[in-house]
Structure formats: structure tokens, C-alpha cells
């Protein structure tokens, strides 16, 4: 029998603590639409994504209201992209915008999968679909991209990183009237997951199944509400209280995805338990490090805060589902999260500890905005550092950096909505383009022979 | 099919009557009250059978309306949100 408290427990979470469900993402493969050219390839691509999705965005809004969990976003992911397109050579983009076409019609915000899995080698169809990223970014208006440019089993192909490099630039470049938005839709990926439902890195791995369904559920205000009470607690509790709420917020997680896999006739493949941040105030991962104790997020002591808190998370989820998978940690982009837009335009923090930081969380160098007129091999510099910390430590590290255009260190942008506004960051004066000018490929580390 | 309905809202005379009333009329079932009085506020939970009449979502609807008029915000969920995340 339940009692009042945990009754009251739950509504609280969803009516003050932010508490959501942040994405239902279905993963559709698209390996059957395989046309000899690439006008029927994207027909085939618009007419399976609209048909195998079609209720996505009514399904989630009847499991809302029954359950009384707000449901945020409902996506797509596809199989990656340069893995159909290899006979239609120069038709990238009308796959791209059919993909394009697909979401706006299914009413969902995001589509993910415009990707290529490149961390060993690169083939010249694969080459050709990198450079079409920019345009593809420019010309579409809700696909994600994200490239794969190494592995803790291959090692780092520093070509793809030298390219993406340029990739970023370009993108920026294209979509200069928005602040160099279509960067914000673009990842470059160590270890990238196959199962993500979060994007702007989400694609359906192609060791998928047909149509799947997987669920992100958020709630920084949660735990931030959990442990901020806890003055003088220590650290111990704070795990524990940690774990014990990411455990009832999986459990929620999981109910809901398995009831929208079945009402959507697809698998269920994993629930994402990530402390996702939005701008808006109480739903900020930076503010449950400073509830731990740290003066700023950035201060000293905050790679150590971020460790605990990722943990706890993964430990608390994992005992609530033995579907977790995906990302399942803590994010810390820097634009989508109001506790470290203030840090970073208090000069509390800077790249280089985010970087610190990445190595301890899921993901990485996310939402960062850079100058403008940042070299393109320094780009791929942050993408070599974060990649080969990804490589090491056996993790999946990303970039998501926005060059913005005409900006300089000192001002800001706005992408607006979940994508927030972000302080230019400055990166390392020094020039990293010899390094990257040699490209080839980074050894697969020592920890990789295991067979 | 069982659900909760959390009323919670600045406490005056006849909230009880109102929501039970609307549950009445679509035939809901309330199997068990509680109510207190929390800082001030007027806190109901119900624990109701559904029965095969009315879908959640759609209690949801006629419930919310009511909430509007009496001035409290009701809330419906499906029993099972509960027990995922307060029972193993």
C-alpha cells in the first residue's frame, strides 16, 4: 500500500521539481530503403520514418496524461546515414531533406542520425558524406549529425578529426545568420552509443533491431531538490540520496518506455537515465554541484562533486532497470544549463576544466561556444583531447562546439529554447595545426587486445 | 483500473463535495480517502477504480476542469506511476 508521503513524493517531483520524461526516441533502421539512386532512396526514407512513427507524437501525449509525467520531446533516430547513401553519389542532401520533411510532418522536434561511423577508416563514400554535413546542417531545420571518429578498440582515425575540423567551420559558416546554429545540431563522437536517445547525437546502431523504442528521463531539480536540504550530510549520504532518487526516476523512466513500445509496436530497447539541464531555473546540473558545496561550479573540487554525482546516477539507475543504457550520467552543456551560463560569465569556469570534467561524466565539450575566427585545426584539437580521453578511459566523450560567427571572447549568444545562450569561451591561443596536419590514425591503445 | 487523484490548493468549504461529485459522475469508484491540511494548504489524496467507464487521460480532463472551478489543482495518474517508483 502506498503511503501519503510517497504519494505526495511524486507530485512534487513533476509539479516542482521538473521532474520529465525528456525524450521518446524511436530508432527506425533505415537499411531497406536502398535505392539504385539517390531521388528513390530519399522516397523510401520519407515513406518509412512517416509510417513507422506516425503515432510517436500521440502516443506520448495520451502516456502523459494517464501517467501525469510531462513528456518533453518526441524524436527519431535513424540508422546512420552514410550507410545508405553510398550508391547515390552527390544525393546526400535529399536524403537529408526528406529525413528533414519527415520530422515537420510528424510534428517531432528532432531527428537524429545524419552520421558516419568513421573511427578506423573512411571510405570515399563515407568522405563524401562528411563534407555534405555543413550543407545538409544548413538546409534542413530539425536533423542531427554526428560523426564517430574513434573507439577504445581502434583508436582515433586523426583524418576524420582534421576534417571535422573544417566540417564545424563550414557549418557555422552556412548557418552565420543564426549564430552558427547548425554547430549546435552537430556531435563528433569517441565511443558514440548506439542506443541514445538524447541529440543531438542520437543514431539507431545498426546493431538494432527494426524499430525501437528508447526513453531519456531527466531530473537535475530533482536531485538537486533531494539534496539540498542536507546541510552538514556527508559525502556518503549525499550518494546515497543521489542513487535512491536517479533509482525512482529510472523506475518511472522504464514503466513509460515500455508502455510507449508497446502502444507504438516496437521494441523496447533501454532507458537513459541523464541529468539533462534546460536554461530554466531548478533544472540545472551546476546547481546540484553547488549544492554539494562547491561556491561556483568551476571551483576546485567540482571534477571530484561531478564524479560522485555520475555515479550515483549510473548506480541508482542500474538497480531500477536492467535496460539502462544509452549515455546514463550527468551532462554539463555549458548553453542549455542556467547554473554554468553564470559560472562561465563569472569566469569561474573556463575549457579547460570543462574538459577536466568530461572525464569523469557522460559525454563532453558540449554547447561551448568559441570565437568566431577559432582556427579549424584547433577544433579538431579539442576534438583529438576529448577523443583520446574517450579512447583511454574506455568511455564515449563528444564535441559540440559553436565557432561563433563575428563573435569574440566577451560576447554572448542566443540560440533560443532548450538550446539556451552561451558566453564565447576562449580556447588555447597556440596552434595545434602541425599536430593535426599529419592526419593518419591514432593506435588503438595498449587496453584494446583483449581477445 | 486504478488511479490517485491529488487535490491540492488553498483550503475552503466544499472541495470534497465538488471532486466527488465529478467522480461520481463518471462512475469512479473512491476506494480511499485521506485529507490534511499542509502549511495552510488542503491536500487530498484518492485512491479510485476507473472501472471500464473513463480512461485516465480522459478523468484527466473532466477533473482539471473541475480543479478550475473549485480552485485547486487536481491531478490524475495511473496507480502504476506510484508503485514504480515506491515499490520494488
Redesign the interface.
Known amino acids: 500500500m502506498?503511503?501519503?508521503n510517497?504519494?505526495?513524493?511524486?507530485?512534487n517531483m513533476?509539479?516542482k521539481e521538473h521532474l520529465d520524461i525528456r525524450t521518446i526516441t524511436m530508432g527506425i533502421s533505415l537499411l531497406p530503403c536502398v535505392r539504385e539512386s539517390a531521388d528513390k532512396t530519399a522516397t523510401a526514407v520519407y515513406d518509412r520514418v512517416a509510417k513507422k512513427a506516425e503515432n510517436i507524437v500521440s502516443v506520448a501525449d495520451?502516456l502523459s496524461?494517464?501517467?501525469?509525467?510531462p513528456i518533453i520531446n518526441k524524436r527519431v533516430s535513424v540508422t546512420p546515414v552514410s550507410l545508405i547513401t553510398a550508391p547515390s553519389d552527390g544525393g546526400e542532401i535529399k536524403i537529408a531533406k526528406a529525413l528533414d520533411k519527415a520530422a515537420k510532418e510528424l510534428g517531432i522536434d528532432f531527428l537524429g542520425g545524419y552520421s558516419a561511423l568513421v573511427q578506423k577508416g573512411m571510405t570515399s563514400y563515407e568522405r563524401r558524406f562528411l563534407e555534405s554535413i555543413p550543407e545538409a546542417l544548413s538546409a534542413t531545420e530539425r536533423l542531427c549529425s554526428s560523426v564517430n571518429v574513434g573507439s577504445s578498440k581502434t583508436g582515433i582515425n586523426m583524418d576524420a578529426v582534421k576534417l571535422l575540423g573544417n566540417i564545424i567551420k563550414q557549418t557555422a559558416e552556412k548557418t552565420k545568420d543564426k549564430g552558427g546554429l547548425g554547430c549546435a545540431k552537430f556531435v563528433a563522437f569517441c565511443n558514440a552509443v548506439e542506443d541514445n536517445p538524447f541529440m543531438a547525437g542520437a543514431f539507431h546502431g545498426i546493431g538494432e533491431g527494426e524499430t525501437v523504442v528508447n526513453v531519456g528521463v531527466s531530473g537535475p531539480g530533482v536531485v538537486h531538490h533531494a539534496i539540498k536540504n542536507m546541510k552538514g550530510a556527508s559525502i556518503d549520504e549525499i550518494a546515497e540520496i543521489i542513487k535512491k532518487t536517479a533509482f525512482?526516476?529510472t523506475?518511472?523512466g522504464?514503466?513509460i518506455a515500455k508502455e510507449a513500445a508497446k502502444r507504438l509496436n516496437a521494441e523496447f530497447g533501454i532507458v537513459d537515465l541523464s541529468l539533462a539541464p534546460t536554461p530554466v531555473m531548478g533544472d540545472s546540473v551546476a546547481h546540484i554541484l553547488e549544492a554539494i558545496g562547491l561556491s561556483s561550479v568551476g571551483a576546485h573540487g567540482t571534477t571530484a562533486a561531478l564524479a560522485l554525482l555520475n555515479d550515483a546516477v549510473k548506480k541508482g539507475g542500474v538497480m531500477a532497470s536492467s535496460n539502462v543504457g544509452g549515455l546514463s550520467g550527468a551532462f554539463i552543456p555549458v548553453s542549455e544549463d542556467i547554473g554554468m551560463i553564470n559560472a562561465a560569465n563569472n569566469g569561474a569556469i573556463d575549457i579547460n576544466k570543462l574538459e577536466a570534467m568530461t572525464a569523469v561524466c557522460s559525454v563532453g565539450i558540449d554547447m561551448v561556444a568559441i570565437p568566431g575566427d577559432t582556427p579549424a585545426a584547433t577544433i579538431s584539437g579539442i576534438i583529438a583531447d576529448e577523443a583520446a580521453i574517450g579512447m583511454i578511459n574506455n568511455k564515449t566523450t563528444a564535441v559540440r562546439v559553436i565557432p561563433v560567427p563575428n563573435k569574440k571572447v566577451g560576447d554572448s549568444v542566443e540560440f533560443g529554447g532548450l538550446l539556451g545562450e552561451a558566453p564565447i569561451m576562449a580556447v588555447s591561443p597556440y596552434s595545434s595545426e602541425a599536430f593535426i596536419s599529419r592526419g593518419g590514425r591514432i593506435p588503438a591503445p595498449i587496453h584494446s587486445n583483449k581477445n | 483500473m486504478k488511479a490517485i487523484v491529488s487535490v491540492i490548493g488553498k483550503d475552503k468549504s466544499g472541495i470534497i463535495a465538488k471532486v466527488s461529485t465529478a467522480l461520481a459522475e463518471k462512475n469512479v469508484n473512491i476506494e480511499d480517502i485521506s485529507q490534511t491540511i499542509v502549511q495552510g494548504n488542503f491536500t487530498m489524496i484518492m485512491m479510485c477504480d476507473l472501472g471500464e467507464n473513463i480512461s485516465v487521460a480522459e478523468l484527466a480532463g473532466v477533473l482539471d476542469k473541475t480543479g478550475k472551478e473549485a480552485g485547486v489543482i487536481i491531478r490524475v495518474q495511473h496507480e502504476d506511476i506510484f508503485n514504480a517508483m515506491h515499490t520494488l
Open positions: 502506498l503511503s501519503k510517497e504519494i505526495l513524493e511524486t507530485v513533476v509539479e495520451e496524461k494517464t501517467y501525469g509525467i525512482k526516476i523506475r518511472a522504464t514503466l
